[in-house]
């Protein structure tokens, strides 16, 4: 739940001086008052009645007598005001829901005016984004069949392939049905499009792939030529690959379960051209799409996490060709992860270099490039998850 923290600061002046309340009746008050302060559809008394009696039907006598006197009172007499809260990065903290650890952190990274802002964007809605599958359909058939059939939508600048559909429910239409156009994220698209892929006999690692909305993306920008080797940690979600690329006629995937950290088991050196490492991390760039992830973080997974993504750079760097392409990509926002891995990764690897990508980004996020680091975009800039990725190249000499 989106409101989760909120919900609870509402709620905390009516049952403070309850040793323990059951997690069902809790949520059951979170819900409750919900739709009383946050929805005007259904009149206070109608959502009381109701919660009086499915704590009656669930419970017993007490807790519907319990539930009853709480939200009366909230009807009464109303909710505590955020205002009251004299932190400014708490205020911002309660008011979005977000853990204070993670609002103080990202604070201290990107300031308070940042974080507000990434906070009030995390509890809006995101519009949905498709891509084409340009051998199949063009972006611009795929745009008048859905507006033929009551879409609202309009081209990503993201991705010549990206749709981003703002009405319309995508996963009931023939388009998507048929393996016409994938479910991708704008900012996820631009992996694939910082490649510099082409058409021939390219050899190419997505370390750690599933579920395939990168790789898959790679082999449209391939034209289904050459070679791509998708692996994942478990055998099970490679399979979820293949059946991506099959429902996407695509032919020149192939995947398999294997760990990133030991692709030099089945690879030798200097093997591909390019690298995708989409590495495993936080996730703190799609807490819109994905609110649980905001309550099930502490601040010690992102240090744990580093490690991960570090160790699958070094294992990985070999295995480049001279001169080809190594992309580092996350969906989170953190400074860790993103800057300093990329800083450590330079410094061990002389033989890299974080090239300059800004004349390929797209206008609304081009700002943010760090020459040195790479791209972060952050929820607000752009409608779109929070994204990081930077391409190395390594010297030909």
């Excluded at 909230?74 to 955020?82: T, Y």
């Excluded at 103080?104 to 809006?124: D, I, P, S, V």
């Excluded at 700002?367 to 952050?378: A, C, E, P, S, V």
């Excluded at 929820?379 to 990725?389: L, N, R, Y």
Aim: include cysteine; hydrophobic fraction near 35%; aromatic fraction near 8%.
């Amino acid at each position: 739940m989106q409101n989760r923290d909120l919900l609870q600061f509402w709620l905390y002046p009516s049952i403070k001086n309850q040793k323990k309340i059951t997690p069902w009746v809790k949520w059951l008050l979170y819900m409750s008052v919900y739709q009383m302060k946050m929805l005007d559809r259904v009149p206070d008394h109608a959502v009381i009645n109701e919660a009086v009696n499915l704590a009656k039907e669930k419970g017993h006598k007490g807790i519907a007598s319990f539930t009853n006197g709480v939200l009366r009172s909230i009807q009464r007499e109303g909710v505590p005001s955020v205002e009251s809260i004299e932190d400014e990065q708490e205020r911002v903290a309660i008011t979005t829901s977000h853990p204070l650890w993670l609002v103080r952190r990202w604070t201290k990274q990107y300031g308070e005016k940042e974080t507000k802002e990434m906070c009030e964007t995390n509890q809006k809605r995101m519009p949905e984004s498709i891509r084409v599958q340009p051998m199949l359909i063009s972006r611009s058939e795929a745009i008048k069949k859905l507006e033929e059939d009551g879409f609202t939508v309009e081209p990503s600048e993201f991705s010549g392939q990206g749709i981003v559909i703002h009405s319309g429910t995508i996963v009931k239409h023939p388009l998507f049905r048929e393996g016409y156009i994938t479910i991708q994220d704008q900012s996820s698209m631009l992996v694939a499009e910082l490649m510099d892929l082409h058409a021939d006999d390219m050899h190419v690692l997505d370390a750690c792939a599933a579920p395939g909305g990168k790789t898959t993306h790679i082999a449209e920008k391939m034209d289904n030529s050459g070679i791509i080797y998708a692996y994942d940690l478990h055998k099970k979600k490679a399979r979820t690959i293949e059946d991506k690329a099959r429902s996407l006629q695509l032919t020149n995937i192939k995947a398999d379960g294997h760990d990133a950290r030991k692709l030099q088991e089945i690879h030798e050196a200097e093997t591909f051209d390019r690298i995708l490492v989409d590495a495993p991390c936080s996730g703190l760039g799609v807490i819109r799409g994905k609110p649980d992830i905001k309550y099930g973080k502490e601040e010690k997974d992102i240090f744990n996490l580093r490690k991960i993504q570090d160790d699958i750079l070094d294992h990985l760097a070999p295995l480049l060709k001279k001169g080809g392409l190594l992309i580092y990509s996350t969906c989170t926002v953190d400074r860790h992860e993103n800057d300093e891995a990329v800083h450590r990764f330079i410094g061990n690897h002389p033989d890299f270099t974080v090239e300059d990508i800004q004349e390929h980004l797209p206008p609304s996020v081009r700002h943010r490039f760090k020459d040195g680091t790479g791209l972060q975009i952050f929820p607000q800039d752009a409608d779109s998850d929070g994204f990081f990725v930077t391409r190395f190249k390594k010297r030909s000499k």
